[in-house]
């Protein structure tokens, strides 16, 4: 199959625009939170995505609905894991662990409730970004442009609060508000991220973009820049060859991902040995 | 009080129930070049934090460059370099210039743009400083002294009226921490500005500063060198030889 013949089916259309989408979201975002150590911060908040979305299918709600309901869930329970490590004296990963866990438990319950787990929900433990319909990839654009204008706006804020949260206060940075926007931009885009690898794989798509480019930037600006073309290179490459070789597609963008981590790696092992 | 560029009357400060400062009360006149002594654990870096607004103060009154601390905004007129970065990543993708100019954040509101005027900003103060030659290098490459000198540049790239340091040169070898006490000696006789150094360095200061402050959870010693030297007081404190030592007048 040519690639003219695979972008001519609709739904792949649908796939790589609003994987791209996403993946930008994801590895743009992704760099801040690698470089605080918050990278599991996704992890925990697709976990507790696994929950609303157990809710969400026990009320038979499906795709778009789906996605517009757990939204406000998934930014609530990011609000508990930041309040949880300001106020109850725990440390921030303890409190990822906390709503993580809370999360699972209460989806299993749920889907328990429901009368066990179903095709549905492992479409969304796994990802299914080739059955995007056309209303999803509106959220998507929507979420996409919301999430972009808020890294846009408080870009060197985030700069600020990720090299030195202490020298970023005494700078007139308001670091708690930061880290609120920050954690909140995170929780939309676990929503999204959600259709593209599936909640189990969310926090690679995070991660790994961030990581490969980390290996080879000069730079903070050329960091981010390189994580988003790594992120949306590694998303169509996925879907394509998913597609062509009839693979799971999260998992194949997954370990495209790995396999440009290890070659961007390697090329920093090599550049500083030359 | 206004006049003072800082002016502290009865700080109480600490964390968690434990008190780390209590009744402090000194002043800093505009120009004055004040170095912070006293032993380990005796509210050096509390009162830094506290003057900072990186901690609240439990009771007391603090005015900074004339303006009350709780409605202090104009952080553009304050400098600051801590003993080092909180929690520096060696990997963090930032450039020598990048750094420099996070230090022009404080002087713009939201959104916080950079514009032509800060990238002057910027090479003004790379330039002055020496370091144009490793603008493009990345922050984690540089060997400590430099990395300072880098933060020190972020701290300066405002012209600030006052400059705070919180022991700068402690991971420094003796001959980069003699140049780096140099440099902000020139900045506080060159420029005016007003400068407050945190440090354990008591035999060292007396070459820069122009007055001491001991601090042992209250104020020992707040006041010129010459008087320091004279007082019985620290005399009975410090012992002679001690004494003679902070004077740095041998």
């Known amino acids: 199959m040519n690639i003219s013949e695979m972008l001519s089916f609709g739904f792949m259309q649908r796939a790589l625009v609003g994987g791209s989408l996403i993946a930008i979201l994801c590895s743009v975002l992704g760099v801040f939170l690698v470089l605080r150590r918050l990278s599991l911060i996704g992890d925990g908040l697709s976990h507790v995505t696994f929950g609303s979305v157990a809710l969400a299918l026990l009320f038979r709600l499906h795709s778009f609905y789906m996605t517009l309901a757990i939204i406000p869930l998934v930014l609530a329970s990011s609000f508990g894991i930041l309040k949880l490590a300001q106020r109850a004296r725990i440390y921030g990963d303890a409190a990822i662990g906390i709503v993580s866990a809370l999360g699972v438990a209460t989806g299993v319950m749920l889907a328990s409730m429901a009368g066990g787990f179903n095709i549905d929900l492992f479409s969304y433990l796994f990802g299914n970004i080739l059955s995007i319909s056309s209303s999803e990839l509106a959220i998507a654009a929507v979420l996409f442009v919301i999430v972009i204008s808020g890294v846009a706006v408080f870009y060197n804020d985030l700069f600020a609060s990720t090299f030195d949260e202490e020298l970023a206060k005494t700078s007139g940075i308001d670091t708690d508000r930061i880290n609120a926007i920050l954690v909140l931009l995170t929780a939309l885009t676990v929503v999204l991220a959600m259709k593209v690898v599936g909640i189990m794989l969310i926090s690679a798509l995070l991660i790994l973009p961030a990581v490969s480019a980390l290996q080879l930037s000069k730079g903070f600006r050329t960091a981010i820049v390189s994580s988003a073309v790594i992120g949306v290179c590694t998303v169509v490459v996925g879907i394509s060859v998913s597609f062509v070789m009839n693979l799971p597609t999260g998992a194949t963008i997954v370990l495209i991902n790995f396999i440009t981590f290890i070659c961007a790696f390697t090329a920093r092992t090599l550049l500083r040995h030359r | ?250």
Not at chain 2, 136 to 147: H, W
Request: net charge neutral; with cysteine; charged share 25%.
């Open chain 2, 1 to 250: 009080m206004s006049g003072a560029a800082l002016a502290i009357r009865n700080l109480r400060a600490g964390y968690h129930g434990s008190e780390a400062l209590r009744d402090v009360t000194f002043s800093v006149n505009r120009g004055d070049y004040l170095g912070i002594c006293g032993p380990n654990g005796s509210g050096k870096s509390t009162l830094v934090k506290v003057i900072l607004g990186l901690v609240a103060p439990q009771a007391g009154e603090i005015s900074l460059l004339g303006t009350p601390r709780e409605s202090f905004k104009e952080w553009r007129r304050i400098g600051y370099l801590p003993q080092g970065l909180q929690f520096f990543n060696p990997h963090f993708p930032a450039t020598v210039d990048e750094v420099i100019r996070l230090g022009r954040l404080s002087g713009k509101s939201f959104p916080r743009r950079f514009a032509r005027e800060d990238t002057e900003a910027v090479e003004r103060t790379m330039d002055w400083m020496g370091i144009g030659d490793i603008r493009g290098r990345m922050i984690g490459e540089l060997s400590g002294g430099l990395r300072q000198r880098v933060l020190l540049a972020r701290a300066l790239v405002n012209e600030p009226e006052l400059l705070v340091l919180d022991e700068p040169t402690t991971a420094l070898d003796p001959e980069t921490r003699e140049s780096f006490y140099k440099l902000i000696y020139e900045m506080n006789r060159e420029r005016g500005t007003t400068v407050l150094l945190v440090t354990h360095d008591t035999a060292t200061i007396g070459k820069y500063a122009t007055h001491l402050l001991y601090l042992d959870k209250t104020v020992i010693f707040c006041g010129d060198f010459d008087d320091f030297c004279n007082s019985r007081e620290m005399t009975g404190l410090f012992g002679e030889h001690g004494q003679h030592l902070v004077c740095h007048r041998h």
